[in-house]
């Protein structure tokens, strides 16, 4: 068993997506991805990286998480959390074992997934959020079918919407999978790349789709009194689109 994973960067912040939004999480986020979606915001971690053993990705969380021992309270005494991104974190097989290896030790731990790769192996402790990707991401026909069967109530689907036909379409996957209350579902607006941020392997939005605005998005959940969570970035809001390390 191999017990390295190829990293991009480890640090501490808040957690800016998901039911977690807010509290303090460490991201481990590794090198490499499959998908090219038009919308991605972390082209950097596609290629750049360091290989790094098990043993010093765990020496640099609890670094990172020591502060938080001291707390005496319960609920506190959980965090930070810990979450695996990339990239795509499933892309490197041996990041299931450090995933399991990390709730051994006692960490709450998130695992970003697209909804690409097959996530019905990992450790049921571990919180799976499923990205299911929609058409304007150009990598819609990638979405591996058998991860919805398997979601279950620690899980969380997110469907990043960046045009009213991902609405639609997200919407009719919602009814077709019988969705509503498997785990919570996560409607993320996508925020338009600034030129530095696109990569030019980034994939075009397929023609014609028409732009959703945050306004409108929130408008039609409201409108078609849908069950889910409505999400923006925290962490774009608090920093810089485009800074790394938050």
């Known amino acids: 068993m191999s017990r390295t994973l190829k990293v991009n960067e480890i640090y501490l912040s808040l957690q800016g997506e998901s039911t977690y939004a807010g509290l303090p999480c460490v991201f481990v ?6 998908l090219r979606c038009s919308y991605c915001d972390t082209a950097y971690a596609f290629f750049e990286g360091t290989q790094q053993s098990f043993d010093s990705i765990f020496e640099r969380i609890d670094l990172l998480s020591k502060p938080f021992s001291s707390t005496a309270t319960p609920e506190a005494a959980r965090l930070p959390l810990v979450e695996l991104t990339g990239g795509e974190p499933l892309l490197q097989s041996a990041s299931a074992d ?8 006692g960490y ?17 402790r571990i919180r799976r959020v499923l990205d299911l990707k929609c058409p304007s991401s150009g990598e819609s026909h990638r979405n591996h079918a058998p991860n919805l069967p398997s979601l279950r109530g620690t899980d969380e689907l997110k469907f990043v919407i960046a045009t009213r036909e991902d609405y639609d379409w997200a919407r009719k996957q919602i009814q077709e999978h019988s969705l509503i209350g498997r785990c919570p579902l996560l409607f993320s607006w996508a925020a338009p790349l600034n030129s530095a941020q696109r990569h030019p392997s980034l994939r075009e939005p397929p023609a014609p789709h028409t732009p959703i605005s945050r306004l409108e998005l929130v408008e039609s959940i409201i409108r078609d009194a849908l069950p889910v969570r409505f999400q923006l970035q925290m962490h774009k809001i608090i920093w810089a689109p485009d800074q790394k390390g938050v």
């Open 29 to 34: 986020r590794l090198t490499g991805c499959n």
């Open 98 to 105: 450090l995933m399991r290896e990390l709730c051994d030790r």
């Open 108 to 124: 709450t731990v998130l695992v970003e997934t697209s909804g690409a790769w097959d996530a019905t192996h990992l450790d049921p």
